[in-house]
């Protein structure tokens, strides 16, 4: 007789119970996961960023534009709003740190008689800042997003 065993029958059942199991764990993990791909108010969200769209677009439109610089001798950020803008313009300038949004920091819109309105950069770390305008005139609204990179 030939004392050898034959191991084809153990490793083709082995095969079937780890195809077996990790279907099951695939089913498991497919079933415990998440599905919320979809906000619960997304039509609401969609007529929002719309109106961000609208806003940005009307901020393009205008004959002179709105602008962001940076001055690193002065460490010094300028907002320029259109001349006509100057007057009866409100609204805030948002401070946007994308690294790190403890940073984070809200200005109130306060235009000179040009237009335009200094913010102190001293205070805020070196890196990327992204500097987000919002304002109105009357029942328009306009934004702007610039980035501005802060030196130490």
């Given amino acids: 007789m030939n004392s050898q065993k034959n191991f084809w029958p153990y490793g083709i059942i082995l095969t079937f119970v780890i195809f077996i199991s990790g279907t099951a764990a695939l089913i498991v993990i497919a079933c415990t996961h998440p599905t919320d791909l979809i906000a619960a108010n997304y039509y609401e969200q969609e007529i929002r960023y719309q109106g961000q769209l609208d806003r940005i677009g009307r901020a393009r439109q205008l004959d002179q534009h709105a602008s962001v ?49 200094t913010i102190d950069a001293t205070p805020l770390r070196a890196g990327l800042w992204k500097v987000k305008v919002l304002w109105s005139i009357g029942r328009e609204e306009y934004f702007i997003d610039e980035k501005v990179n802060v030196k130490s």
């Avoid at 690193?72 to 790190?100: C, F, K, N």
């Fill in 69 to 117: 610089t940076y001055d690193a001798g002065q460490r010094q950020i300028t907002v320029s709003l259109p001349a006509e803008h100057a007057r009866g313009a409100t609204g805030s300038i948002h401070l946007y740190r994308p690294s790190a949004a403890g940073l984070d920091q809200r200005v109130k819109l306060e235009l000179n008689a040009n237009g335009a309105q």
